[in-house]
């Protein structure tokens, strides 16, 4: 790893140093063999051939690593770290010689920062696509970029251009993520009332900041109040408001509500969601998803995190985001909320998880998730998708050898497709929308770059 102000000659990187494909799982499930599923027992680094003098920054070899063992979980989580390495690219990017200027044959003049870095850039994004396929907040950051380098191609100071670049890094960063995120919180804590019980899915991070905030925060809001240029929305609270049960004795002005977070396999997320809400003092219960139909009729109001939302208004979230939706609109008909941020926005249409998913580390059903050990077979202590002791698994319950027989196949989707007939909502930084309304969006926002 190179010092901070050190800059590393990447400027000679061509995009085909990068192979295009690994190997892949050898036991697979036939209905999903079009989509790309990489051995992870391989180490990806050893298997590219790369390594200390590799051409590729040492800050996307990191980050390759962590997303090909899935260390880093969370939609804005993984932008945030792609942005930073890509700002550490940035720093390191050295102009190249007035000979090698001289000698290029590509046609561009790599005089420019931006055409110079543009190529190398694609190179470590296509070595993160090796490790894992790209999320849609990193694709979305990834065409921002390609954007903003197109806006500044006409920039010949390589110092000026570099800082401009990272300007643009860091407002997309405060605007697109952070700031994006403190209005949708302000926005979803006024959905909240007092004696709810409301449904969560897994770990969020937008979510929990919403039950903190609206836990810490005056209980002020009425059906009038909740999004009252919104009729549509108003139209399908007061049914969920009329049935909240509240205490009139009870003098506080402050937001007393419970949570309900319900999980799955094999990551079991939502016990860092858990531990997170008990330590803000909220009231919460705990629960398998196959257990959510006992528990759903005390269900007032659903609150779920997105991965990305579709042009035709279905939302892509963890594996398990519609079922919990279904069971909660069909046993206590609660309103469904989804919070996400605009730039999640995606201009793709899928209505079903077959044709477009990610197939994760299979292994990760019986063992739990990855460890940092370099045995594949050792997960993180406490992650267990059984929970048995060791002295009670037995060969019926050990599948680490399950490659061996040749009548099982183990899959693990990462997303679900929620449609929108079960959405009541969409909490985003530019208000409480419908669903339909995700043409609209990314027309705007499109219409608004090429004005820049």
């Not at 190997?23 to 063999?33: G, N, T, Y």
């Not at 930073?84 to 090698?100: A, D, G, H, N, Q």
């Amino acid at each position: 790893m190179q010092g901070q102000n050190n800059r590393l000659d990447y400027s000679s990187l061509k995009i085909a140093e990068v192979p295009k494909s690994r190997a892949q799982e050898s036991c697979r499930v036939h209905l999903f063999k079009h989509l790309d599923q990489p051995d992870k027992r391989v180490n990806v680094i050893s298997y590219l051939g790369l390594g200390t003098h590799s051409s590729i920054h040492p800050s996307f070899l990191t980050l390759g690593v962590d997303f090909d063992e899935d260390r880093i979980w969370g939609s804005n989580e993984k932008c945030l770290a792609f942005l930073s390495s890509c700002e550490e690219l940035i720093r390191s990017f050295i102009p190249k010689s007035p000979t090698e200027r001289m000698n290029n044959q590509t046609g561009t003049n790599d005089a420019l920062f931006c055409r110079s870095f543009g190529p190398v850039l694609q190179a470590h994004v296509n070595f993160l696509q090796l490790c894992r396929p790209l999320s849609v907040t990193i694709h979305n950051a990834y065409q921002y970029l390609k954007q903003t380098l197109t806006r500044l191609d006409s920039v010949e100071d390589w110092d000026e251009c570099r800082g401009s670049f990272l300007s643009a890094i860091v407002e997309f960063r405060r605007c697109s993520i952070y700031l994006a995120g403190d209005e949708i919180v302000d926005r979803t804590v006024n959905l909240i009332r007092s004696g709810e019980c409301v449904c969560i899915f897994g770990y969020s991070s937008l979510v929990a900041r919403v039950l903190e905030r609206a836990w810490k925060s005056p209980c002020n809001t009425s059906v009038n109040q909740v999004d009252a240029n919104v009729d549509f929305l108003a139209d399908k609270m007061k049914t969920c408001f009329v049935n909240t049960k509240s205490d009139p004795s009870n003098k506080t002005t402050n937001r007393v509500f419970s949570v309900l977070v319900v999980d799955s396999r094999p990551k079991f997320e939502g016990r860092q969601m858990l531990t997170r809400l008990l330590k803000a003092g909220i009231p919460c219960e705990y629960t398998h998803i196959g257990a959510l139909p006992s528990v759903a009729n005390k269900i007032s109001l659903v609150i779920l995190g997105a991965h990305a939302l579709l042009s035709n208004g279905y939302v892509l979230g963890r594996m398990g985001t519609a079922q919990v939706a279904n069971i909660a609109a069909s046993i206590s008909h609660a309103p469904t909320i989804v919070c996400a941020e605009t730039y999640k926005f995606w201009e793709r249409a899928h209505s079903d998880a077959f044709e477009y998913n990610e197939l994760g580390d299979p292994d990760d059903i019986w063992r739990g998730p990855r460890g940092t050990s370099p045995d594949y077979k050792k997960g993180i202590p406490g992650f267990g998708p059984t929970g048995l002791p060791d002295r009670i698994e037995s060969s019926t319950t050990d599948l680490s050898e399950w490659r061996s027989n040749y009548s099982l196949r183990l899959l693990h989707l990462e997303y679900d497709v929620l449609p929108p007939t079960l959405v009541t909502a969409v909490v985003t930084e530019k208000g409480t929308l419908p669903t339909t309304s995700v043409p609209v969006v990314l027309r705007v926002k499109q219409a608004s770059i090429t004005n820049v």
